[in-house]
T-cell receptor, first 116, second 114 residues
Framework: AQTVTQSQPEMSVQEAETVTLSCTYD???????LFWYKQPPSRQMILVIRQEAYKQQNATENRFSVNFQKAAKSFSLKISDSQLGDAAMYFCAYRSFTGTASKLTFGTGTRLQVTL | NAGVTQTPKFRILKIGQSMTLQCAQDMNHNYMYWYRQDPGMGLKLIYY???????DKGEVPNGYNVSRSTTEDFPLRLELAAPSQTSVYFC?????????????FGNGTRLTVT
């Protein structure tokens, strides 16, 4: 079974600065997908960014980018020019490429605080 | 666009009571999921379904049941509620997409069992 580990329960960043959230995972599969989801206080789960394991190029979405190291099984999220609205819980998630239902396995989350 | 709709938003149950959490999606997604999120934790999979009439257990299925009679609806039934079932419950759906398709989540149901 796959596992996802987020070793930083909490992180803090100043507005306009850059922060990196860590995620490692364990799998024996060679093809899979990785996601970062944001959960603000409203409880809504919002997709931030997605990475296909077969792609070497790191995914980017505006101020959000990932550092995907397949051999190290590492998938960190970098938030540039942090904004107050970035304050939330961030969850890393793993999804199999094949198999029925393609279930998502989540890490325990990192709470990000953004300060003035 | 409604997306994934969960009802109710909040509920308080007494120990031993039963209830059904409703989930409906209007995106014609085959895959649907129920997750629970305990305080300060990630989401754990309770049950999932790959289509009408097909359901399977996830990581933490004990104390729950599901049914999938239509593509749109995937209700979660709690029988004999226990304090350990106090949690926030999320329903999600996705198209098959070989894993690439993201999950679309409902806004969650906060359940308290006292």
């Amino acid at each position: 079974a796959q596992t996802v580990t987020q070793s930083q329960p909490e992180m803090s960043v100043q507005e306009a600065e850059t922060v990196t959230l860590s995620c490692t995972y364990d799998t024996s599969e060679s093809d899979y997908y990785l996601f970062w989801y944001k959960q603000p206080p409203s409880r809504q789960m919002i997709l931030v960014i997605r990475q296909e394991a077969y792609k070497q190029q790191n995914a980017t979405e505006n101020r959000f980018s990932v550092n995907f190291q397949k051999a190290a099984k590492s998938f960190s999220l970098k938030i540039s020019d942090s904004q107050l609205g970035d304050a939330a819980m961030y969850f890393c998630a793993y999804r199999s490429f094949t198999g029925t239902a393609s279930k998502l396995t989540f890490g325990t989350g990192t709470r990000l605080q953004v300060t003035l | 666009n409604a997306g994934v709709t969960q009802t109710p938003k909040f509920r308080i149950l007494k120990i031993g009571q039963s209830m059904t959490l409703q989930c409906a999606q209007d995106m014609n997604h085959n895959y649907m999921y129920w997750y629970r999120q305990d305080p300060g934790m990630g989401l754990k999979l309770i049950y999932y379904s790959v289509g009408a009439g097909i359901t399977d257990k996830g990581e933490v299925p004990n104390g729950y049941n599901v049914s999938r009679s239509t593509t749109e609806d995937f209700p979660l039934r709690l029988e004999l509620a226990a304090p350990s079932q106090t949690s926030v419950y999320f329903c999600a759906s996705s198209s098959p997409g070989q894993g690439r398709a993201p999950l679309h989540f409902g806004n969650g149901t906060r359940l308290t069992v006292t």
